[in-house]
């Protein structure tokens, strides 16, 4: 079963890996941990973080307990989407809930979590908190602090940890992550020999540093931007002719990435796409974020065509748009006024069951408006104020955009849906832009006052109507059991039909009772007296 998952991992059939897994559960044979994480692992490298939680979620309440690798995985997964605090809000679960302890691998995730939202002082309190658990100063951890620092243009907190690394490894740094933020502290403070001899001595054949992907990305990086893209073309073409997997890993889609913004960097605008489409020659595959970040530089370089063009060729990678490729052209059609085009590429989100958040729908609605589109900002509003939750300033927007051509009813009408579902309060703001609407038409400005009182009374009567109701059917409900129970139980009397009645029935049941008792009914007794006594008892039973 194990197997199987895996294969269906590397098809890419991972909707299938899941269902499957998740049917084993019920099954004579129950997956392990290890087969969920394989899935749950899987699941994070292609972005699809919903499916991620759904189905963590699953094996949960299914009782299989998650190890550290879940966690870590769980931690990587917040830290992605910039939910930092529900990120650290895991770890402090594993600290102080679960049966082990974290790992180097746990500090990794999380610093460099930390570091990539902007948390690098978080990320320096967790590096001395994972010291002080015992751990030997972890040289990823510190390169990943050490980077945070460069980007943060802090040159002086660069070499303080490479220096405090140092002490703590008795002066031999070896792994070649820390090397490219140093280099990056050096650029910083104007030390370009130092940094180029720095990067001639981790290189050198002699030296000791060993250098994976990562690390090369980071010292490509430090060339890109500080000028020395010559020198980072000729690492690159080193890096792919050392490219030999499985036993040597020296590119990967973050070196491609980093190439593609050195070509920007530079102006040169149609190599950054042909490398970034060429990566497929090193068994490297783009992501949705890689081409999105590819699509935002083209469109921020006012090459709308080319990304475009780009965004039709993602098909060719096994890559589908999503909301943010489609906002990003949106977006961009907007500032080059091709109107008709953004509302195309906002309906094409809609259509494949995306979910364009609230102010993908404001910016396009905003730029119809000024450009007149009143229509058609009007049918994308019915579109989506079921699916979206608007906010005040939306509805402001809408009501003022409406008035201003005169289409009050318009107005009026979105007010009276307002008012039937209760979705928004309908504020002072917005019923003073209706008010005014209606004046600048010649209209009376009590007509939205009686349309409020109105609906204010049918609410009244609706809520009269449904306790009415609920008394009735309560009502109902009484006299129901009522009728299903004896009236002697109650106390009640009994016309002289019923007596008979029951004295019969009784009367069989009394002998009954005195026979199997061994007791002599005397023979005075009557059937209708012994059935009244056997009553009478009954009664006082009840």
Same mark, same amino acid.
């Given at each position: ?141 510190y390169g990943f602090l050490m980077n945070g620092f460069a980007k943060d243009k802090d040159g002086d907190k660069v070499f303080e940890l490479y ?85 040597? $890993?020296?590119? #990967? @889609?973050?070196? %491609? *990435?980093?190439? /593609? +913004? =050195? ?7 149609? &190599? !950054? ?80 069951? $995306?979910?364009? #958040? @609230?102010?993908? %729908? *404001?910016?396009? /609605? +905003? =730029? ?7 229509? &058609? !900002? ?14 005040y300033a939306s509805y402001e927007f809408m009501f003022k955009a409406l008035c201003d051509v005169g289409r009050v009813d318009d107005v009026l ?57 609920? +008394? ?9 059991? !009522? ?60």
């Open positions: 079963m194990h197997n199987k998952i895996l294969k269906l991992i590397r098809e890419n059939d991972l909707d299938e890996a899941a269902l499957y897994t998740r049917h084993s559960v019920y099954s004579n044979c129950r997956p392990t941990i290890f087969t969920c994480n394989a899935v749950l692992s899987a699941l994070l490298r292609q972005s699809r973080y919903s499916d991620f939680l759904s189905f963590h979620r699953f094996i949960t309440q299914a009782g299989i307990a998650s190890n550290l690798i879940t966690y870590n995985l769980l931690i990587t997964l917040y830290c992605e989407c910039r939910k930092v605090d529900t990120a650290l809000e895991h770890y402090k679960r594993l600290i102080e809930d679960a049966p082990f302890e974290p790992s180097k691998a746990t500090y990794r995730v999380l610093v460099k979590g930390l570091v990539d939202n902007g948390r690098v002082d978080k990320g320096v309190e967790v590096k001395d908190e994972m010291l002080s658990k015992g751990f030997e100063a972890d040289e990823v951890v220096e405090e690394l140092g002490e703590k490894l008795g002066g031999e740094v070896t792994k070649g992550i820390v090397f490219g933020p140093l280099m990056k502290g050096y650029f910083l403070k104007g030390m370009e020999d130092k940094a180029m001899e720095t990067f001639e001595e981790i290189m050198g054949e002699n030296s000791k540093v060993k250098m994976d992907e990562t690390a090369y990305n980071l010292v490509l990086d430090a060339f890109c931007k500080n000028g020395k893209f010559e020198e980072a073309l000729k690492l690159f073409e080193r890096m792919k002719n050392l490219h030999n997997p499985p036993w040597l $890993l020296t590119v #990967n @889609l973050g070196s %491609y *990435n980093v190439m /593609v +913004e =050195g070509y920007f960097l530079e102006g040169r605008y149609k &190599e !950054a796409v042909d490398v970034f489409m060429s990566m497929g020659e090193k068994n490297c595959n783009p992501d949705i974020i890689s081409f999105n970040n590819l699509i935002e530089l083209l469109c921020n370089h006012d090459l709308l065509p080319e990304a475009e063009e780009l965004c039709g060729r993602m098909s060719e990678k096994g890559v589908s748009p999503d909301e943010v490729t489609y906002g990003l052209l949106m977006g961009t059609c907007l500032k080059e006024n091709r109107h008709d085009d953004a509302a195309g590429y906002f309906t094409k989100m809609v259509g494949e069951n $995306l979910r364009p #958040n @609230l102010s993908t %729908y *404001n910016k396009l /609605v +905003e =730029g119809l408006v000024q450009v007149g589109k009143i229509d &058609e !900002a009007k049918s994308f509003f019915d579109l989506m104020v079921q699916k979206l939750k608007f906010n009408k979105i007010v009276n849906d307002i008012l039937d579902e209760g979705s928004i309060d309908l504020n002072k703001d917005m019923q003073e832009i209706v008010k005014d609407g209606l004046k600048r038409e010649a209209r009376e400005e009590e007509e939205l006052d009686t349309l409020i009182e109105q609906k204010e009374k049918e609410k009244e009567e609706a809520k009269r109507r449904e306790i009415e109701e609920a +008394e009735r059917a309560k009502a109902s409900a009484k006299a129901a059991v !009522a009728s299903l129970l004896p009236s002697k139980l109650f106390g009640n009397k009994e016309d002289s039909k019923e007596s008979a009645v029951f004295s019969g029935i009784t009367d069989t049941v009394s002998n009954d009772e005195t026979q199997g008792s061994g007791e002599i009914v005397p023979e005075g007794n009557t059937a209708d007296e012994s059935g009244s006594k056997s009553l009478d008892s009954e009664q006082a039973t009840a």
